[in-house]
């Protein structure tokens, strides 16, 4: 029963890693290649190769029964560096390129 347990475990806990992977993957897809040059970060084309080939490492890694388990867990953990990096830092870099659609700032009507 504890087998059981830990493997629904990491099968969840798989998911949402390749959730991030994925996240990181479109967001970087859907902005704008000079919002990336404008915050001085590495191109769009280096970012979204990156969180790509994160994003299909974690897939992989998928434990049995929904996955391959390929390349097993440390491969996993190692696929969500890339997306962390992104989300953490360039993310809010490049949302600030061109104004975007965000409401007013500081709350109020």
Do not use: C, H
Not at 25 to 50: H, I, N, S
Not at 76 to 84: D, E, I, K, Q, S
């Amino acid at each position: 029963m504890i087998a059981n347990v830990q493997v629904l475990l990491f099968l969840v806990l798989s998911l949402i890693l390749l959730g991030i992977e994925l996240w990181a993957l479109l967001d970087a897809a859907r902005r704008p290649a000079g919002a990336f040059t404008y915050a001085g970060k590495r191109t769009k084309r280096f970012w979204v190769l990156l969180t790509g080939a994160g994003a299909l490492v974690g897939f992989i890694a998928i434990p049995p029964p929904l996955g391959l388990g390929i390349f097993g867990t440390f491969a996993m953990f190692v696929a969500v560096v890339p997306a962390g990096v992104y989300l953490a830092d360039v993310r809010p870099e490049v949302r600030s390129y061109g104004g975007g659609r965000r409401g007013p700032q500081g709350g109020g009507w």
